[in-house]
């Protein structure tokens, strides 16, 4: 039965350096009968002397991305076959293009992904490994994984991309990190560079455009690590910030899961929706804040904390949430005494999707009591104590007490 008869017009293959010489009979024979070829990135030199067959069209991203994604939509139906590096869903063009294009139309033939083949040099193992894209992605998606003791995987953009993550590791005091440079794996250009990070950064070492870093982290930089309750100077903020052992506890009550979406309203420096983010599994934020100093304060600390993909809004509620994609969870850190910001949170929100409330005065607390009434849900009241100096001794300092409200808009039979 042909890829046609099976509703299966979609090939994407992955390719290996060493070119077409990596392709299985299978995925040679579907290359032969495409009536259309879609080159992935960085291809074109991988493929030099290769003899492609001869058809009817050739495509390749290089033209745009978008332009020619609405091209390789117009042929459905017909044999198209899309040629990329290494695993095509693991960071690849298959993952995006299943964006656009049904599972039952697409026929996916992997080579071994970059990672594996990188693994197999080094002798990590996959599964306690990191693994990263910094190509078309900023050197900040980094920051989340810089822990002692971590290795990381990384895909690259360029002969740039090393030197960026040198700086970076150094400038957060893991210079002695081990950087592993490996060209072309699997190709007949293979090579493997191999220094820390202080002398890579001061050395500026010639590398190839084509190649994957590990990254085996050591020094002694700040831990940070994903699971929430980050210290409070982790964070640049003007004093609106959620304190540490209150935002542990919110992020708890906000149960992440994997490609959740959170709406952080009023979000001040953004501490909640950074976090979020930081515990990984493809959540997705959205921080909404009115005042310019403070949306300059989210995007630097989702910069310097690894995850500059928070999106950040412009507003007030609930004027700024008309358009925004609908929430699985709702943080509101201030204003939940506003004029119909709960009303508009709540009817955003998912059913079966959790909102989330913190008051610190009296008449935030009589709001939430007026709203549990009405909708339910817990309520938790926490105070804080830390130790502070007291002449030549030690004594405990309280900080303001929080009331949390925690609700579950339920679904609709």
């Not at 609405?70 to 993952?95: N, W």
Request: aromatic share 6%; with cysteine; proline share 6%.
């Amino acid at each position: 039965m042909s890829e046609q008869q099976t509703g299966r017009w979609l090939t994407v293959i992955g390719i290996g350096d060493n070119g077409l010489a990596s392709l299985t009979p299978e995925a040679q024979s579907l290359l032969w009968q495409a009536e259309t070829i879609v080159l992935g990135e960085r291809l074109d030199a991988v493929l030099s002397g290769s003899q492609l067959p001869s058809l009817k069209r050739m495509l390749n991203w290089s033209g745009g991305f978008r332009d020619t994604l609405e091209q390789v939509l117009a042929l459905r139906g017909t044999p198209v076959t899309v040629l990329a590096t290494g695993d095509p869903m693991h960071f690849g063009i298959g993952a995006t293009l299943r964006r656009y294009v049904s599972a039952r139309e697409m026929h996916v033939i992997p080579s071994p992904s970059a990672f594996s083949l990188a693994a197999s040099r080094l002798g990590w193992p996959l599964q306690t490994t990191a693994q990263i894209s910094l190509h078309g992605r900023p050197v900040a998606h980094l920051a989340r994984h810089m822990l002692p003791g971590a290795r990381i995987l990384a895909l690259t953009g360029d002969r740039h991309t090393a030197g960026e993550v040198s700086d970076r590791l150094v400038a957060a005091g893991f210079g002695p990190s081990v950087l592993t440079v490996l060209e072309h794996i699997g190709g007949a250009a293979e090579r493997i560079v191999r220094m820390t990070a202080e002398d890579f950064a001061s050395e500026k070492p010639e590398i190839d455009d084509f190649y994957t870093l590990g990254i085996d982290v050591a020094g002694d930089g700040a831990v940070l690590p994903p699971v929430p309750g980050l210290p409070d100077d982790a964070f640049r903020h003007d004093g609106q910030l959620t304190k540490r052992e209150v935002r542990a506890v919110t992020l708890s009550f906000l149960r992440p899961q994997p490609n959740a979406l959170l709406w952080d309203v009023g979000a001040g420096c953004g501490s909640i929706s950074v976090e979020w983010l930081r515990c990984g599994m493809g959540t997705e934020a959205i921080a909404i804040e009115a005042k310019a100093e403070r949306r300059a304060m989210i995007e630097e600390n989702a910069d310097r904390l690894g995850v500059p993909d928070l999106q950040i809004v412009e507003g007030l509620a609930p004027t700024a949430l008309d358009g925004l994609p609908a929430p699985d969870r709702i943080f509101i850190g201030g204003g939940i005494n506003n004029e119909g910001v709960f009303e508009g949170c709540f009817e955003a929100l998912k059913p079966g999707g959790l909102l989330v409330a913190n008051a610190v005065t009296i008449e935030g607390e009589g709001q939430i009591a007026y709203l549990r009434s009405l909708h339910g849900g817990e309520l938790v009241r926490l105070q804080v104590s830390r130790s502070a100096p007291v002449g030549r001794y030690c004594g405990w300092k309280s900080l303001m007490p929080v009331t949390i409200w925690v609700m579950k808009k339920e679904q609709v039979e």
